[in-house]
T-cell receptor, first 112, second 115 residues
Framework: DVKVTQSSRYLVKRTGEKVFLECVQD?????MFWYRQDPGLGLRLIYF???????EKGDIPEGYSVSREKKERFSLILESASTNQTSMYLC???????????FGSGTQLSVL | AQSVTQPDIHITVSEGASLELRCNYS??????LFWYVQSPGQGLQLLLK??????LVQGIKGFEAEFKRSQSSFNLRKPSVHWSDAAEYFC?????????????FGAGTRLFVKA
């Protein structure tokens, strides 16, 4: 079965730390996405990627960067974590254009 | 700009009653529309999608949705709700953007089911 794996379910970091969130998919999907989910705001797109070493900004990229060195792996980086980045982070992948998204279980990040 | 509006933050229905969750979208071209469900402690799962053709689409778990272009709506329905349907529901639109496409989500509607 299709699987999108996020490395951590819960993460607690301090303000100013550099944070790496890892996501791996085993479906050979071209497209990968990072969203954050906040109550009352739904899912908001941070970054997405359509191929290895390619990245595109989503709707809220400020304070984040991404890396995609291999097709199956898409990393989200918080260069200097801040308390307003406390959130649930969801990784997703899809096979093709406007196809369904397969989601990971999410990483609940708390920045203290 | 593309957007999705789900007017109801939460809805409570009795088990066995019918359900309709509202969704309105804003998109200049023909939309790709989706409904996802997030059950407590679980990841998001696709319920159904609309790309073209018949405007009434059937999904999993007995859900259906109707696309109405004139109203820019894609409401989700179920004739008889089960307690296991309690979850958060997200409407989404697929949008073409420079470099490819992205999926834009609404804020979600939380469904409570009472016995």
């Amino acid at each position: 079965d299709v699987k999108v794996t996020q490395s951590s379910r819960y993460l607690v970091k301090r303000t100013g730390e550099k944070v790496f969130l890892e996501c791996v998919q085993d479906m050979d999907h071209e497209n990968m996405f990072w969203y954050r989910q906040d109550p009352g705001l739904g899912l908001r797109l941070i970054y997405f990627s359509y191929d290895v070493k390619m990245k595109e900004k989503g709707d809220i990229p400020e304070g984040y960067s991404v890396s995609r060195e291999k097709k199956e792996r898409f990393s989200l980086i918080l260069e200097s974590a801040s308390t307003n980045q406390t959130s649930m982070y969801l990784c997703a992948s899809s096979l093709g254009f406007n196809e369904k998204l397969f989601f990971g279980s999410g990483t609940q990040l708390s920045v203290l | 700009a593309q957007s999705v509006t789900q007017p109801d933050i939460h809805i409570t229905v009795s088990e066995g009653a019918s359900l309709e969750l509202r969704c309105n979208y804003s998109y200049g071209a023909t939309p790709y529309l989706f409904w996802y469900v997030q059950s407590p402690g679980q990841g998001l799962q696709l319920l159904l999608k609309y790309f073209s053709g018949d405007t009434l689409v059937q999904g999993i778990k007995g859900f259906e949705a109707e696309f109405k272009r004139s109203q820019s709506s894609f409401n989700l329905r179920k004739p008889s709700v089960h307690w296991s349907d309690a979850a958060e529901y997200f409407c989404a639109v697929g949008a073409v953007v420079p470099g490819g496409f992205k999926t834009i989500f609404g804020a979600g509607t939380r469904l409570f089911v009472k016995a």
